[in-house]
């Protein structure tokens, strides 16, 4: 009787999860991974369409769980993330392609809080900026690729203007906030 029911479980755990495959229109692999009842599940893969691995990641009925990792096209790291249930959770870490940190900062319920940096491509810090409960409070610091201290802008306690930079020190773009958010 416990063989019969053993194989019979067996049975139904292969039968309810399928793996599905997806490919680019030139034949390389874009996605792989199990569904299991119509959701993603387990160890999900997906790819540039050059070949290269873009992001693997678990699921458990069907929303991202745990750690995934992302690479660049050139198969370096770009970002080392962490999920519970689809949202964001603990420290996020960020990297260049050329393999140096572009940027870390942490997650609570899905929200961006307390000291994010961010680096330049050759390493050096860029900026730094406090969050709290996922809205922008203020700009601490703000440097070029050499360390000149830069123009941050006027955000105080979540509404003014963040300036952004190249590595070279010059102004791209200057953003407006409201309330610790990004006005359009």
Known sequence: MNRILLVIITLLTFTSCSLQKEYYENGQLKKVGKLSNSMKT?????????????????????????????????????????????????????????????????????????????????????????????????IISCFDGSGKKLDKGTLINGDGTLNNYDINGKLLETFAYKKGELVE
Do not use: C, M
Request: proline share 1%; glycine share 14%; hydrophobic share 30%.
């Open 42 to 138: 387990g160890t999900w893969k997906f790819y540039y369409e050059n070949g290269q691995l873009f992001q693997i990641g678990k699921f458990i009925g069907g929303e991202q769980t745990g750690e995934w990792k992302f690479y660049h096209e050139n198969g370096q790291l770009r970002q080392l993330q962490f999920f519970k249930k689809d949202a964001p959770i603990n420290e996020w870490k960020f990297y260049h392609d050329n393999g140096n940190k572009e940027g870390i900062g942490a997650f609570v319920n899905g929200k961006k809080i307390g000291e994010w940096k961010w680096y330049h491509t050759n390493g050096e810090l860029y900026t730094q900026r406090l969050w709290r409960k996922g809205k922008l409070i203020s």
